[in-house]
């Protein structure tokens, strides 16, 4: 099993540049999530879905949109970027609730907006 | 809003020693509380979860405390190893003042570890 992967790993973009990060799991999860990680702030959850075709926001969801149109994918969206999201973003999945069931984390994208 | 608090500057610890990691959490009181261990340039890899009504749970070298009255989790290692330097996120959970369904994470403790 692959786990959790992302792609792409590395990305620069340009100001008002849109993109897609893919996120992919093969242990059949129902929750998957996008969170963000900087210096000095940790991690802070995007947007998150708790089964096929729902997505929900997070605790920063503003400049994203995301896709979960089949149950392995999870799709993020810049619509159109900006130097303040620069930042490495990981995606996540979980069985269950992500209270009481640990979250199997992707190796991250890291994304540079000029 | 919830707030979570972990040392801020890095820990460092001879081998050999116990490294004790502190998570205090305020504005919440959580049923769960997991922690992380993430490495540099890697996405955090899942160590413990301990519920509210467990005062501690162990893992090989690793043990967790949970106390909801002084709004606290302790992490310990044991043995310490260099191979144990990391940085460790904790993240409560669940229970009465939560976020949305995802994880709220600390800000995580740079652990090392000197030969």
């Known amino acids: 099993n692959a786990g959790v992967t992302q792609t792409p790993k590395f990305r620069v973009l340009k100001t008002g540049q849109s993109m897609t990060l893919l996120c992919a799991q093969d242990?059949?999860?129902?929750?998957m999530y996008w969170y963000r990680q900087d210096p000095g702030m940790g991690l802070r959850l995007i947007h998150y879905s708790v089964g096929e075709g729902t997505t929900a926001k997070g605790e920063v969801p503003d400049g994203y949109n995301v896709s979960r149109l089949k149950k392995q994918n999870f799709l993020l969206g810049l619509e159109s970027a900006a130097p303040s999201q620069t930042s490495v973003y990981f995606c996540?999945?979980?069985?269950?609730?992500?209270?009481?069931?640990?979250?199997?984390f992707g190796p991250g994208t890291r994304l540079t907006v000029l | 809003s919830q707030k979570i608090e972990q040392n801020s500057e890095a820990l460092n610890i001879q081998e050999g020693k116990t490294a004790t990691l502190t998570c205090n959490y305020t504005?919440?009181?959580?049923?769960?509380l997991q922690w992380y261990r993430q490495d540099p340039g890697r996405g955090p890899v899942f160590l413990l979860l301990i519920r509210e009504n467990e005062k501690e749970k162990r893992k090989e070298r690793l043990k967790v405390t949970f106390d909801t009255t002084l709004k606290q989790s302790l992490f310990h290692i044991t043995a310490s190893q260099p191979a144990d330097s990391a940085t460790y996120l904790c993240?409560?959970?669940?229970?009465?003042?939560?976020?949305?369904?995802?994880?709220?994470f600390g800000k995580g403790t740079h652990l090392i570890i000197q030969p």
């Open positions: 504005n919440y009181s959580p049923a769960y």
């Open positions: 996540a999945s979980s069985p269950g609730h992500p209270s009481y069931n640990e979250q199997f």
């Open positions: 993240a409560p959970a669940g229970g009465s003042g939560g976020g949305a369904d995802g994880l709220t």
């Open positions: 242990m059949n999860h129902e929750y």
